[in-house]
Each structure stands twice: as C-alpha cells, then as structure tokens.
C-alpha cells in the first residue's frame, strides 16, 4: 500500500507561481524500483488530464503542451516527495491537482487508467 499526499495549492493571481508538494509513504514504496510519478488536474465540468511526469530513478520528465514552459516537475528520492513548480498561472489553470504514481508505463503516454496510486487533490484557484 502507498499512500500519496498533496499540499501547496491556494489562491494566487495571475502571472503568479505556486508550488506543490505531494508526499508518498508506505513500507514498500522505497523498495518498488523503477516507477513514475505524474501530475493530473481536473477543472469543475471537465475531465482528468495529464500534466506532467518524471521517472523516479532517472528524472526524465514530461509535460503537456498547455504547461510545457511554465510548470517543472522534480522530486527529492530521499523525501519521497513529488513537486510541481507552477509559474506565469492564468485562469485556465485553475483545477483540483492531483499526484499519481505508476509502474511501468510510458510517460509520454500516461492517462488516468493507467495509474497505480492517487492523491487526494489539492485545489489550485487563479483569480484574474
């Protein structure tokens, strides 16, 4: 079982930045080996999309084209932690952000069904 853990998001204006944090745990997490771990965000009426991804080990990382530019994606191995740095936010910004893991799956393919592990969200609000 892994648990995984969102924190960061808030209310910031527009061409403003925000952080978020997503914090894995579990007594087997660290010894899984290769994963992923990815960032999805869902807007009021819309559905799930993909965001952005890193490999754990090698942290290759990829982004949808909506954010690739403004949003980077790192993670502390030590911390078991995910980060997604958000800057130049707009509007359209604005969803629940979720944090996800994954085995064995292609990161520049990744979808929703093909995730192992969610976040319970954390919600993100840019005021214009």
């Known amino acids: 079982q892994v648990q995984l853990v969102e924190s960061g998001g808030g209310l910031v204006q527009a061409g403003g930045s925000l952080k978020l944090s997503c914090a894995a745990s579990?007594?087997?997490?660290?010894?899984?080996?290769?994963?992923?771990m990815h960032w999805f965000r869902q807007a009021p009426g819309k559905e799930r999309e993909f965001v952005a991804a890193?490999?754990?080990?090698?942290?290759?990382?990829y982004y949808a084209d909506s954010v690739k530019g403004r949003f980077t994606c790192s993670r502390d191995n030590a911390k078991n932690t995910l980060y997604l740095q958000m800057n130049s936010l707009n509007a359209e910004d604005t969803a629940v952000y979720y944090c996800?893991?994954?085995?064995?799956?292609?990161?520049?393919?990744?979808?929703?069904?093909?995730?192992?592990?969610w976040g319970m969200g954390t919600l993100v609000t840019v005021s214009s």
């Open positions: 996800a893991a994954s085995w064995g799956v292609n990161i520049a393919k990744a979808t929703p069904r093909g995730m192992d592990y």
């Open positions: 890193i490999s754990w080990i090698g942290g290759i990382t």
């Open positions: 579990g007594r087997t997490f660290s010894t899984l080996g290769n994963y992923a």
